[in-house]
């Protein structure tokens, strides 16, 4: 199950940075993670600092 991005996201494209597979883009008004390439890895979600991305 790919980890998931809360309309609480600010934006900041912390995630996507550290997205080891490269699955977060920019969408429409958050961040955006694509199933297909998420790996579960769980570094999204720790990097975020408004705890906006979950499993």
Do not use: L, R, Y
């Amino acid at each position: 199950m790919a980890f998931k991005i809360s309309d609480e996201c600010i934006m900041c494209g912390a995630c996507a940075g550290n997205c080891p597979v490269e699955a977060i883009a920019e969408g429409d008004g958050k961040f955006e993670i694509d199933a297909d390439k998420c790996i579960d890895c769980g570094s999204c979600a720790d990097t975020c600092p408004v705890g906006a991305i979950s499993d």
